[in-house]
DNA sequence: AAATATTTTTAGTTTAATCTAAAAATTACA
DNA sequence: TGTAATTTTTAGATTAAACTAAAAATATTT
């Protein structure tokens, strides 16, 4: 259906609305995909002309239903392979990622959903991130960020946004992991750093971290 | 390290040289990729200059070393993935060898040795093909063709050497499967035509199905 | 051993996806 | 509001992998 460039490029696209609820700057998909903006054009010019995306020149792109339904079935590949890649083959979270960035490129629904239903149709990936069904439904369940609480407010560890092996690392060094009930001790408002408890242990962090962990009340 | 095409060449090849044994020309691998002698000629060019085989004009190719050890290594991903799809998802063995054509491409060597002990490490796979272990040994079970056998011998079916649907969903129709018993009742010499036994039942088949089964004595 | 047929290679194009460098448009700010 | 900085696009080149058509080598027949 569509070649693995235009597939990583519907993907990023996708990711980046979601972050940002606009028309995704070329840009911004160029740092994200660590390839030129002028590459970038190129490819958003053909995802255009083939109906994926709306794109004004200047302006940004933004994808088109079909281009949305395409994204998502990527999306919905990729957090299941992680899924099972954790699950089945006991691989740990940090080491996932790149492996299903290329299984979410293998072409069949009927793989798609007999491993879904291997895994007893999980809602969410070892990052916390919601599933698609099969429909392309996106359970969106209400989360924060770890920065925007205040001090004495708590929650559950639910996500984490960044899934670099340097950062799932560096919780796992210490302990905190999705489920984790975490509370805010302290919030320094001069850098944004917060003091946070997990179980017993207390631990300084930076805004970095805390803008990378998603929280539900 | 190789390109997919690259890849799928190492692997017609390997297929190609294990059937012949002897140097492997350009119309053949042309013919089993469905592509054209001259994209062929280029390719083993490129695969001759990068050192994974030797090729002279007009002779022939031949999997160098380096060669063989990388085609081995994409044929233990393709048949380990075809267990996978028919022992934990449950796909029949006619619907997996075009997605695991797929996975074989998957660059993980990690990947390869967890799903290998996953399912056990598995010796064959649904196709009665044995599966390369992790050094890229090969068992090699002692098996005929039924076309060489005689009136009156008789054997276990342990491989096919066609994979296609029809093919696979003919012996299903009959019940004929791997570890099936097969007798061979009669064998015309006009037009190496056989009638065998498995089970109770009586089949009259063609050469060309005979030619396809491997039997273990 | 010629003539013919087949196989294989070469030469020249095409397409997808990338890049660099330069031009054009937009945005920021003095 | 005009100039400078930034972003984005265009123009032109490159690489991998395919193709067609024609030339060259090899194999098969008379
Ligand atoms: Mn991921
Ligand atoms: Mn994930
Ligand atoms: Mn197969
Ligand atoms: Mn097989």
Do not use: C
């Amino acid at each position: 259906m569509y070649t693995l460039a235009e597939e990583n490029y519907l993907k990023t696209i996708f990711h980046l609305e979601q972050e940002y609820g606009k028309e995704v700057s070329t840009n911004a998909i160029a740092e994200n995909m660590q390839t030129k903006a002028s590459s970038v054009t190129d490819m958003v010019q053909k995802l255009a002309d083939k109906g994926l995306l709306s794109y004004r020149k200047y302006k940004g792109a933004r994808l088109s239903e079909e281009g949305t339904v395409a994204a998502i079935k990527i999306v919905r590949k990729h957090r299941l392979w992680e899924v099972f890649l954790v699950e089945k083959l006991n691989f740990h979270w940090d080491e996932v990622h790149h492996i299903a960035e290329q299984l979410e490129h293998v072409r069949s629904e009927e793989l798609t959903n007999r491993l879904d239903k291997f895994l007893d149709f999980p809602d969410y990936d070892p990052h916390g991130d919601p599933i698609p069904d099969k429909n392309g439904n996106i359970k969106s369940a209400e989360k924060r960020l770890l920065s925007e609480l205040d001090k004495g407010n708590n929650g559950i560890l639910v996500g984490v946004r960044e899934t670099s092996k340097e950062f799932l690392q560096f919780l796992d060094k210490r302990s905190i992991a999705i489920g984790s009930k975490i509370k805010v001790l302290g919030r320094e408002f001069f850098d944004g750093s917060m003091v946070i408890q997990v179980k017993k242990e207390q631990f300084f962090i930076s805004k970095k971290i805390a803008e990378n962990l998603y929280i539900q009340i």
